[in-house]
């Protein structure tokens, strides 16, 4: 303040004001002779001297006060002793610094408060289990919770809503909701993506914003396991009751026979018991796949989030298997890359597919034959291919291989024990993993499995 080009002026200002009435008091003494012009000099400058000193002490003061008000609008949160550095002055400085100080302590508890309250719901909106958007008044989205970022698979979620959700009836919806009108409960649609999704949208308007600061609200609410697990009950109870009334016809009429005709058959005990204990073993199996098969689908759409090493699981799986291999009388090579393939993946199912697939390779290669298997990795993908040299695949047959229950050869496949269901459970799991499956078969040669997936960032 005291380096403004106006306080001279102002010091002036009040330098005249306190002298004037002295002024006119000894001019008036001055005309009529009974004081002379040295003295009105005297009384004007007596008058000026204490104008001077007051008003630059009550400058002081008033920067004072003015430093601690500044000090406290910058820092309102943080403790001070303001009372006991002021000073004792003409204005109640002490009693303003008093006033501000309790009006500091107040401002300081209600944002201490506020800041709690913005906490907990900032926490509490992180940890809410289904995606919720929060839309400006240009329909582009200003926030954001975790699930929403696992749910689009996005570090950063911004920009304009049909960035991320294009479904018609929920634009039409949020529009709705931006000129007021009434928007039903929910809005159901399905979201195409590597494996489809059911979602339910909910969209809520915050009441009491202006108009061009409307916003929206949107919560997300994952269907897809709920629509797969009923889905599933249906499919199971309709595979199962066809896929089993083989083995258990066969088992019926076995234990007619040794009821009836081979009573006291001992060669024919034998050989019905083993057929009885095959059929058994394929109904087990059979009932196992399809619990495997449904309770992976049921997660399809969830993608696994741990770090694997592809190579890791890949040599566990052919360690494993080497000891069936020995006893087919086949060997199986194994080609691993120089640096770890990490992938985001579960490591039992990724374990799932590769047994299904080696195992495969053994069972339909020619004896005394080699299973391949390889593994490359770039920056982007990893594939994993397992070749086999048995008869072949035709080209009319690839595209349906990994539907449920289609064989090729139907006979030769419940000859090998297989329940037609190993290359539909490899697909899901595949799909789960947002990877491929390619099938390439020439017959008499072979065929080739190649599995790729995306390498973890």
């Given at each position: 303040?005291?380096?403004?080009?106006?306080?001279?002026?102002?010091?002036?200002?009040?330098?005249?004001?306190?002298?004037?009435?002295?002024g006119?008091?000894?001019?008036?003494?001055?005309?009529?002779?009974?004081?002379?012009?040295?003295?009105?000099?005297l009384?004007?400058?007596?008058?000026a001297?204490?104008?001077?000193?007051?008003?630059?002490?009550?400058?002081?003061?008033?920067?004072?006060?003015?430093?601690k008000?500044?000090?406290a609008?910058?820092?309102?949160?943080?403790?001070?002793?303001?009372?006991?550095?002021?000073?004792?002055?003409?204005?109640p400085?002490?009693?303003?610094?008093?006033?501000?100080?309790?009006?500091?302590?107040?401002?300081?508890?209600?944002?201490?408060?506020?800041?709690?309250?913005?906490?907990?719901a900032?926490?509490l909106?992180?940890?809410?289990?289904?995606?919720?958007?929060?839309?400006?008044?240009?329909?582009?989205?200003?926030?954001?919770?975790?699930?929403?970022h696992?749910?689009?698979?996005?570090?950063?979620?911004?920009?304009?809503?049909?960035?991320?959700?294009?479904?018609?009836?929920?634009?039409?919806?949020?529009?709705?909701?931006?000129?007021g009108?009434?928007?039903?409960?929910?809005?159901?649609?399905?979201?195409?993506?590597?494996?489809?999704?059911?979602?339910?949208?909910?969209?809520?308007?915050?009441?009491?914003?202006?108009?061009?600061?409307?916003?929206?609200?949107?919560?997300?609410?994952?269907?897809?396991?709920?629509?797969?697990?009923?889905?599933m009950?249906?499919?199971?109870?309709?595979?199962?009751?066809?896929?089993?009334?083989?083995?258990?016809?066969?088992?019926?009429?076995?234990?007619?026979?040794?009821?009836?005709?081979?009573r006291?058959?001992?060669?024919?005990?034998?050989?019905?018991?083993?057929?009885?204990?095959?059929?058994?073993?394929?109904?087990?199996?059979l009932?196992?796949?399809?619990l495997?098969?449904?309770?992976i689908?049921?997660?399809?759409?969830?993608?696994?989030?741990?770090?694997?090493?592809?190579?890791?699981?890949?040599?566990?799986?052919?360690?494993?298997?080497r000891?069936?291999?020995?006893?087919?009388?086949?060997?199986?090579?194994?080609?691993?890359?120089?640096?770890?393939?990490?992938?985001?993946?579960?490591?039992?199912?990724?374990?799932?597919v590769?047994?299904?697939?080696?195992d495969?390779?053994?069972?339909?290669?020619?004896?005394?034959?080699?299973?391949?298997?390889?593994?490359?990795?770039?920056?982007?993908?990893?594939r994993?291919?397992?070749?086999?040299?048995?008869?072949?695949?035709?080209e009319?047959?690839?595209?349906?291989?990994?539907?449920?229950?289609?064989?090729?050869d139907?006979?030769?496949?419940?000859?090998?024990?297989?329940?037609?269901?190993?290359?539909?459970?490899?697909?899901?799991?595949?799909?789960?993993?947002?990877?491929?499956?390619?099938?390439?078969?020439?017959?008499?040669?072979?065929s080739?499995?190649?599995?790729k997936?995306?390498?973890?960032?």
């Amino acid at each position: 303040m005291t380096d403004s080009s106006g306080y001279f002026w102002k010091m002036l200002m009040f330098i005249l004001i306190a002298t004037v009435p002295v002024g006119i008091v000894a001019v008036w003494l001055l005309n009529d002779d009974k004081i002379e012009i040295n003295t009105v000099l005297l009384l004007v400058l007596a008058a000026a001297l204490p104008a001077y000193f007051l008003y630059n002490r009550l400058v002081k003061e008033i920067l004072v006060v003015l430093g601690k008000m500044e000090k406290a609008v910058q820092s309102p949160t943080m403790e001070s002793d303001d009372v006991t550095n002021a000073r004792d002055g003409f204005l109640p400085v002490n009693d303003l610094l008093l006033m501000m100080q309790q009006y500091r302590r107040a401002l300081r508890r209600m944002l201490v408060e506020a800041k709690s309250r913005q906490d907990d719901a900032t926490m509490l909106f992180e940890m809410l289990p289904d995606p919720i958007l929060v839309l400006d008044e240009k329909r582009r989205v200003s926030q954001a919770n975790a699930a929403a970022h696992n749910f689009f698979g996005a570090e950063t979620i911004e920009g304009d809503l049909t960035s991320y959700l294009r479904h018609p009836n929920l634009l039409k919806a949020v529009d709705a909701a931006y000129k007021g009108q009434e928007v039903s409960d929910r809005v159901e649609f399905r979201m195409s993506d590597v494996v489809t999704r059911h979602v339910a949208a909910y969209v809520v308007s915050l009441d009491g914003e202006e108009e061009e600061d409307k916003r929206l609200i949107i919560t997300l609410h994952d269907l897809t396991a709920s629509k797969k697990m009923a889905q599933m009950r249906v499919d199971f109870v309709a595979n199962a009751s066809h896929e089993l009334r083989t083995p258990l016809a066969i088992l019926v009429g076995a234990l007619e026979t040794l009821m009836g005709p081979a009573r006291d058959d001992k060669q024919a005990h034998e050989r019905f018991f083993a057929m009885m204990q095959a059929q058994s073993s394929r109904m087990s199996q059979l009932i196992d796949d399809l619990l495997s098969l449904s309770q992976i689908e049921i997660n399809e759409h969830s993608r696994p989030s741990d770090t694997v090493n592809l190579a890791d699981v890949v040599q566990g799986v052919t360690d494993l298997i080497r000891t069936r291999a020995c006893d087919l009388g086949k060997t199986i090579s194994i080609d691993l890359p120089a640096q770890p393939a990490l992938i985001a993946g579960d490591s039992d199912q990724l374990s799932q597919v590769f047994t299904n697939l080696i195992d495969n390779g053994l069972k339909y290669s020619k004896p005394n034959s080699e299973v391949r298997v390889s593994i490359l990795a770039d920056g982007k993908e990893a594939r994993v291919a397992i070749k086999d040299s048995g008869e072949g695949i035709e080209e009319s047959h690839l595209p349906r291989l990994t539907e449920r229950f289609y064989r090729v050869d139907s006979d030769r496949s419940r000859e090998l024990g297989g329940t037609g269901l190993g290359l539909a459970i490899v697909k899901h799991i595949v799909s789960r993993h947002r990877g491929q499956l390619e099938i390439e078969s020439v017959v008499g040669e072979g065929s080739t499995f190649t599995v790729k997936l995306p390498i973890n960032s």
